[in-house]
Nanobody, 121 residues
Framework: VQLQASGGGLAEAGGSLRLSCAAS????????MTWYRQAPGKQRELVAS???????NYTDSVKGQFTISRDNAKNTAYLQMNSLKLEDTAVYYC????????????????WGQGTLVTVSS
């Protein structure tokens, strides 16, 4: 499974960015898709996660500000980031659970390469 993350860049505080994470390769299905971020000098933290069913979880700090979505036909997850703040500056990583074959019970997890989001004042 290969993950291609894109959409990062430089944005002004209050602006918006949309991240994408596309999964490709040989797999039976893509299960949960999750965005993490790691700010300079800090530990990686979960930002938002979405299941195949559409069930969504957000970390408290981005509720009402970020929106995660997915296109199951394209095996792609999105993270719409609005009202960006300086503290949203981080490398954003996608993590995907994949079922490699139909009978696989426990998903295999993969990381994307990360995309840098820099918010300026």
């Amino acid at each position: 499974v290969q993950l291609q993350a894109s959409g990062g860049g430089l944005a002004e505080a209050g602006g918006s960015l949309r991240l994408s994470c596309a999964a490709s390769g040989n797999f039976f299905s893509i299960n949960r898709m999750t965005w993490y971020r790691q700010a300079p000098g800090k530990q990686r933290e979960l930002v938002a996660s979405i299941a195949t069913s559409g069930n969504i979880n957000y970390t408290d700090s981005v509720k009402g500000q970020f929106t995660i979505s997915r296109d199951n036909a394209k095996n792609t997850a999105y993270l719409q980031m609005n009202s960006l703040k300086l503290e949203d500056t981080a490398v954003y990583y996608c993590n995907v659970g994949a079922q490699l074959w139909a009978e696989q019970i426990v998903a295999s997890y993969y990381w994307g390469q990360g995309t840098l989001v820099t918010v300026s004042s």
